[in-house]
């Protein structure tokens, strides 16, 4: 009977010291105190028998105790295994807020232009959730919402021509694409959310900067009335095109910048 004790104690013993997930206690138990990150690896070595517990002096039954802590180890060596994915699975969740890192380093490399604030009248840029990256339900904020009343006048920040108009009920609304005349890159600004009834251009027709376009609205998938605008350098929706982040452009042609 005893010798199956010591036996079974040894085991068990063995399977702690083998055992990756052994707690830093009986690990320092085991293999007298030198467990990697325990305190005992920056103490003395007199200290670290101590808190190590594993004093010449234990007698076999301490060791079957720390070592039945280690016997528990079927149950926690999955469960180390998972930690260990879990910083595997750690990292990609660290990149996500990555997606949000072009959003500062765009504005030096696009640079802005000259133009007019295209809401006339008064607003705000409102918080965090109106940015452009700003997480949304299955999708990435694409542009800057600038919140004002219902009716305050649009007008196209820069001349242009209108290339695009639409109604998308669930998103959009009713909307208005607009291509500067810049001699450059193309860019294309997008106006959201317009007023039903208030559009006064059409596709194809020529704009110049500060000609009203249509009006501040809440059509579309929009909580309050609010300009949702992007900015595309490239073409909207066209190859090789993007969004970029409209608030730095906005800010200058609103003076705050
Ligand atoms: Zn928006």
Redesign the pocket.
């Known amino acids: 009977m005893a010798r199956s004790i010591r036996a079974t104690s040894l085991l068990l013993i063995a399977l702690g010291v083998a055992a990756p997930g052994l707690p830093a206690t009986a690990a320092a138990a085991t293999s007298g105190g030198a467990a990697p990150g325990s305190e005992a690896t920056t103490t003395t070595p007199t200290s670290a028998g101590s808190v190590g517990g594993a004093a010449p002096g234990a007698t076999p039954a301490q060791r079957a105790t720390s070592a039945g802590v280690g016997g528990a180890l079927p149950g926690h060596k999955p469960k180390r295994r998972k930690v260990v994915r879990r910083k595997a699975v750690a990292r990609p969740k660290a990149r996500k807020p990555a997606t949000q890192k072009p959003v500062t380093p765009q504005p030096p490399q696009v640079g802005t232009v000259a133009g007019v604030f295209p809401v006339q009248g008064p607003f705000t840029f409102g918080g965090e959730g ?1 940015r452009f990256g700003a997480g949304r339900p299955g999708h990435i ?5 600038v919140v004002a009343a219902s009716g305050t006048p649009l007008v196209a920040p820069v001349a242009g021509t209108v290339t695009w108009k639409a109604n998308q009920p669930g998103g959009a609304g009713i909307y208005l694409v607009v291509r500067g005349a810049g001699s450059g890159e193309v860019r294309d600004y997008v106006f ?2 317009l007023l039903r009834g208030s559009v006064l251009v059409a596709p194809g027709e020529t704009v110049r900067a500060g000609q009203q376009i249509a009006q501040v609205g809440a059509t579309g998938d ?1 909580s309050g009335p ?1 300009l ?2 992007e900015i595309w350098v490239g073409g909207w929706y066209a190859r090789g095109g993007a969004p970029i982040d409209p608030l730095p452009q906005l800010q200058r042609w609103a003076g705050l910048s």
Do not use: L, N, T, Y
């Open positions: 109106a904020h694409q542009g800057q919402d959201m959310h929009a609010h949702h605008f």
